[in-house]
């Protein structure tokens, strides 16, 4: 089983940063891809970002060119470095694990920018 936990949340005026990060358990992490998704209040979940095992990233039209996914197999982290942050950003951010048809999530950690 693997457990996921994303930190660095929080409250955040418009055009900040933060810098989001999200530890994995287990031993599979250097062969899974990482996915940052975000869902707002009445919103569904959505794919913002997403490195795979070999580094290649996608991102949501959105936030292309202010948020860079990243990640560090010794640590078993994957990254999301947050720019420019604007209030529409405000959501509860999840890290997601895929390992071959398998998907873990974690809890989650809420983004807050205020205008």
């Known amino acids: 089983q693997v457990q996921l936990v994303e930190s660095g949340g929080g409250l955040v005026q418009a055009g900040g940063s933060l810098r989001l990060s999200c530890t994995a358990s287990?031993?599979?992490?250097?062969?899974?891809?990482m996915g940052w998704y975000r869902q707002a209040p009445g919103n569904e979940r959505e794919l913002v970002a997403h490195?795979?095992?070999?580094?290649?990233?996608f991102y949501a039209d959105s936030v292309k060119g202010r948020f860079t996914i990243s990640r560090d197999n010794a640590k078993n982290t994957v990254y999301l470095q947050m720019n420019s942050l604007k209030p529409e950003d405000t959501a509860t951010y999840y890290c997601?694990?895929?390992?071959?048809?398998?998907?873990?999530w974690g809890k989650g950690t809420l983004v807050t920018v205020s205008s």
């Open positions: 997601n694990l895929g390992f071959i048809s398998i998907n873990y």
């Open positions: 287990g031993t599979i992490f250097s062969s899974s891809g």
């Open positions: 490195i795979s095992t070999d580094y290649s990233t």
